[in-house]
């Protein structure tokens, strides 16, 4: 992947305060019963993203209780301060935060682009009707939304509910991660190809044989996809090694690895140049 060095854009990231970053990122191998490859720490994030030559990561956070909801923001609030326009950061609200549609006023008038959803760790389907006010806010002006998507030992983030979602907001901008469904590949069907959400490729290669990822990727449209590593779980160096395994043509893996994800900020008003 040495001739994209410079150019990468990886979607799928996460980082936390100092003071709390090893235990959050052990208690995410818990959940999945993974080995972690490193630690949410920014330094040890931007010291991956030298090595693998990522110019560009996406900062995911996400509350699994709603009085973390504010801190959190605030400490991606803070960070994109000093990003150096190496960072676009989502943000987070929960089920149950009050006036969210207000925070997701406050967080975005404060250099934050996006929001990220992980259903699984706050319980919650992405087609719970409590959270649609915050689908219509994001839907009017155009926010990303970043779900995780897929786990066969729930059915919050299945398939089926970005199917529902897709016809009861049509015009969201929605990133499904993981293939678009983590550990349920084999749901996806018609239904979920026609719907208009992007996919990344993060946590998805320990368990998706690569000819599946193809058939994927086919089925999908190369349009869609976007180069995610996961990180702390997984390290870039090794899942852009993943892609290259893929053995695409250089035009659908330039998509992937940026090309599609500078297209998508420049869809939500945040040009690479300008996302800050």
């Known amino acids: 992947m040495t001739e994209y060095k410079g150019q990468i854009i990886d979607v799928h990231t996460h980082i936390f305060p100092e003071k709390i970053a090893a235990k959050a990122t052990a208690s995410i191998g818990d959940f999945y019963d ?9 330094h040890l994030l931007e010291e991956e993203m030298q090595k693998a030559g990522v110019r ?6 996400t509350a699994t209780v709603k009085s973390q909801v504010c801190p959190i923001n605030d400490f991606l609030i803070e960070t994109m301060k000093t990003s150096d326009n190496k960072f676009t950061a989502f943000g987070t609200i929960h ?6 549609v207000d925070e997701v006023d406050r967080i975005r008038k404060n250099g934050i682009t996006g929001i990220k ?7 919650f389907a992405v087609d719970d009707p409590r959270i649609f006010p915050v689908y219509e806010k994001a839907q009017a002006e155009k926010i990303p939304i970043m779900f995780h998507a897929g786990d066969k030992r729930y059915n919050y983030t299945n ?3 970005f199917v529902k979602l897709s016809k009861l907001f049509p015009n969201l901008i929605v990133i499904a991660s993981h293939f678009g469904a983590y550990s349920e590949w084999d749901k ?9 959400h992007y ?15 193809r058939e994927i990727i086919k089925r999908h449209g190369e349009d869609k996809f976007l180069f995610g590593s996961d990180f702390p779980m997984w390290f870039a160096t090794n899942e852009l090694k993943n892609i290259e395994k893929l053995g695409l043509s250089p035009e659908t893996t330039e998509k992937i690895l940026f090309k599609n994800a500078e297209k998508l900020l420049e869809k939500v008003g945040k040009p690479l140049s300008m996302s800050k």
């Open 34 to 42: 993974l080995a972690m490859a490193s630690v949410g720490l920014r």
């Open 56 to 61: 560009h990561c996406f900062l995911l956070s």
């Open 95 to 100: 089920v149950e935060t009050e006036n969210a």
């Open 117 to 123: 959803f992980h259903n699984d760790f706050q319980r």
């Open 159 to 161: 398939p089926d509910k």
């Open 188 to 196: 996806i069907n018609d239904e979920y190809l026609e719907t208009n």
């Open 199 to 213: 996919f990344d490729t993060s946590s998805a290669f320990f368990e998706l044989p690569f000819d599946k990822a």
